[in-house]
């Protein structure tokens, strides 16, 4: 094939800005060729959008078996992504799945044994992995330019979201229809970043806040503490209802400090390790010496797009995945974890208890309320 | 009285600095008239610092009595704070303490007790409260800028202490001789700050890392998460293994944000309360207004003579204490809150139980084990 023919499943807030770039042609070696929607209500406008050469379904596995499709976009609530990804891929399809993979680990390590099983590419659209900034960071850690990592701190408070923002979809920031709040639904960029950098856990504390400042049942303000096999420890910071908004992200190694805040990386690196300082200072007050360097990193840019187009080249030529779809597993396990903790109060040691997780989970469904709403698709341009 | 006469107790690293800027005569409405050192060793380099004029003393209470002095600096090593805090006071000695207060919250509370009931100035040694940055992001929280405190933030990791610092006294972080070690020899200028600025807590759930990276007994690393009546929370990070360290406070009100950071402050004002906005706001995404505003603060100074000029002004004229002595037990308490919570693994509730803290404490100082060690007097200069 010369270029990768694209659905997409469900086309609300975020499926529809995936539907205009395809459209604008942004991702050469891809073309968009159908759209599928289980809300008939919202037919009309999608054909507004997408023009008349281009089939509109109701019905995802009519669109999988249709012979239009190469590749599919999950843009779907949270819940199903898991089971409509292993349909596609069981139709052969090429599966790129929105964030988070799912709601609870153990429908998303049902989906990855899936996927390790079918011969198809499968990818996550987490589009700040190829984002230079945190490329960099990734580079410089793996380098062992940091050194090795003894702390890490995660300030993510500019996910602002007004109480008209939840009311704008019955579904939204609920448990029977999200599964969870900020961890579920805007936090998943981080927590992956987070792991993909210092690596997972192996047992966290977290405290979570239901409903505050918003009328909704899910957590909008989480802080976790989280400690690593090394001994490393690390704090994550999460609310919706702050503003303005931090989204400042520091590591702390043997070898130095490196920052992000402000779309702006620094690195600060030690002369000699602290370890190695710290093994032959002899004059009590002193430490070891440090440089601020200034390192280049390229234009930020996170557009999905970006990773659209690395998973078309990964069908196309084998291209490596820069998000694999078996990641996914990994952030929705920091989310899990961290209600969890807050459920039980107490420590949650990583694999976490996923039987448990569930049914903790069923038990806040069972009594879900669906929010009376307008149910409308928002402008969700430069919200990610 | 035209100045006030000064003694020190204690003449180590601090009180060395104290020595140094009365005898240089920073402070005009003071002059050091005597010195005290219970270790008759390090007489001669007293001597040696303070000349021929002064008399120094082993014995703190023949100094108290001897007509010399109208006021003292306490600077011993914690434990002994409150005891020769009230031995003072006792003998009509107006008395400044270094910080911290003491050791466990019992002590304090019963020389705040004894202080409320005697007629002399009783203040403590927190110069980093008269620092302009502090001091105008008071004057933010105070004046209604900030709006209601919803969330603060202090990453406090530049206390760098090499393990020679830790070997240069063989009391010095070990249960016996200091009762902890970050929490109460570094951070009590930050642990009474951040209670000054943002209140007291409800609860607190810490996270202390024993001689992490360095051979001692005490905490060197903290990470802690507290709850406020009012629903905000926080969180106090602290480390003294770390380089190049981070000292960054943040804290988050529903009419903007103050970040301090490399000596400077950056206030974020919102041009309506996220109350008011949310209340209002239709749009789905969206939020508010916000002015990023340049402030003025004075030139940054945190030296010990200002809190000792005030301390002299206080004695002299009634000029309010920018540090009431009595303050101390607050950020004492949250210091101990943290090593209980971190032993009992589990939340503790403010007041804490102070009983049950002296009990657990005393259980380390049983097994303490004092360093062997040089017991040298360091260069503190620049340290706090």
């Known amino acids: 094939m010369e270029n990768v023919r694209f659905g997409i499943i469900g086309v609300g807030n975020i499926g529809t800005v995936h539907t205009r770039y395809l459209l604008a042609g942004k991702v050469p070696e891809a073309r968009l060729t159908a759209v599928c929607d289980n809300?008939?209500?919202?037919?009309?406008?999608?054909?507004?959008?997408?023009?008349?050469?281009?089939?509109?379904?109701?019905?995802?596995?009519?669109?999988l078996k249709s012979g239009l499709i190469d590749a599919v976009i999950v843009a779907t609530p949270h819940y199903a992504h898991p089971e409509l990804s292993m349909l596609a891929?069981?139709?052969?399809i090429h599966?790129?799945?929105?964030?988070?993979?799912?709601?609870?680990?153990?429908?998303?390590?049902?989906?990855?044994?899936?996927?390790?099983?079918?011969?198809?590419?499968?990818?996550?659209?987490?589009?700040?992995r190829p984002n230079p900034l945190y490329q960099k960071v990734k580079d410089l850690i793996d380098s062992g330019e940091l050194g090795e990592i003894r702390r890490s701190n995660w300030i993510i408070t500019n996910w602002y979201r007004?109480?008209?923002?939840?009311?704008?979809?019955?579904?939204?920031?609920?448990?029977?229809g999200e599964g969870g709040g900020v961890l579920l639904n805007q936090d998943p960029h981080q927590l992956d970043l987070w792991q993909w950098l210092v690596g997972m856990p192996v047992r966290v504390r977290a405290f979570?806040?239901?409903?505050?400042?918003?009328?909704?049942?899910?957590?909008?303000?989480?802080?976790?503490?989280?400690?690593?096999?090394?001994?490393a420890t690390g704090v994550f910071i999460t609310t919706t209802a702050e503003a303005p908004g931090t989204n400042r992200l520091e590591i702390?190694?043997?070898?130095?400090?490196?920052?992000?805040?402000?779309?702006?990386?620094?690195?600060?690196?030690?002369?000699?390790?602290?370890?190695?300082?710290?093994?032959?200072w002899q004059n009590g007050f002193g430490e070891p010496e440090c440089w601020e360097v200034t390192i280049?990193?390229?234009?930020?840019?996170?557009?999905?797009?970006?990773?659209?187009?690395?998973f078309a080249a990964a069908v196309l030529h084998g291209t490596p995945l820069i998000a694999p779809g078996t990641d996914g597993i990994n952030g929705l396990t920091l989310s899990n974890a961290m209600h969890l903790s807050t459920?039980?109060?107490?420590?949650?040691?990583?694999?976490?208890?996923?039987?448990?997780?569930?049914?903790?989970?069923?038990?806040?469904?069972?009594?879900?309320?669906?929010?009376?709403?307008?149910?409308?698709?928002l402008d969700a341009s430069g919200s990610w």
């Not at 007004?162 to 029977?176: D, E, F, P, V």
């Not at 049942?217 to 989280?226: G, I, L």
């Not at 469904?365 to 409308?376: F, H, L, Y």
Request: with cysteine; aromatic share 10%; hydrophobic share 35%.
């Open 296 to 310: 280049p990193v390229a234009a930020e840019c996170s557009e999905h797009y970006v990773i659209t187009a690395n």
């Open 343 to 377: 459920w039980l109060d107490d420590w949650v040691d990583l694999p976490i208890d996923e039987a448990r997780y569930l049914s903790l989970l069923q038990e806040r469904i069972a009594t879900s309320v669906e929010k009376t709403s307008e149910n409308r698709t």
């Open 252 to 280: 702390a190694g043997d070898r130095g400090k490196v920052v992000v805040e402000e779309g702006k990386l620094r690195f600060w690196r030690l002369r000699e390790s602290e370890t190695e300082f710290n093994a032959r």
């Open 208 to 231: 979570c806040q239901f409903g505050k400042h918003r009328q909704i049942e899910v957590e909008n303000e989480v802080t976790a503490y989280a400690e690593y096999a090394n001994g």
């Open 95 to 128: 599966t790129l799945c929105e964030k988070p993979a799912g709601v609870y680990t153990a429908q998303v390590r049902e989906m990855n044994e899936f996927a390790r099983h079918s011969n198809v590419v499968f990818g996550m659209m987490f589009n700040q």
């Open 162 to 176: 007004s109480q008209s923002y939840y009311n704008s979809g019955g579904w939204r920031a609920t448990w029977k």
């Open 89 to 92: 891929m069981r139709h052969g």
């Open 39 to 63: 809300n008939p209500a919202k037919h009309e406008a999608i054909r507004q959008l997408v023009g008349e050469q281009i089939p509109v379904y109701s019905d995802a596995e009519s669109m």
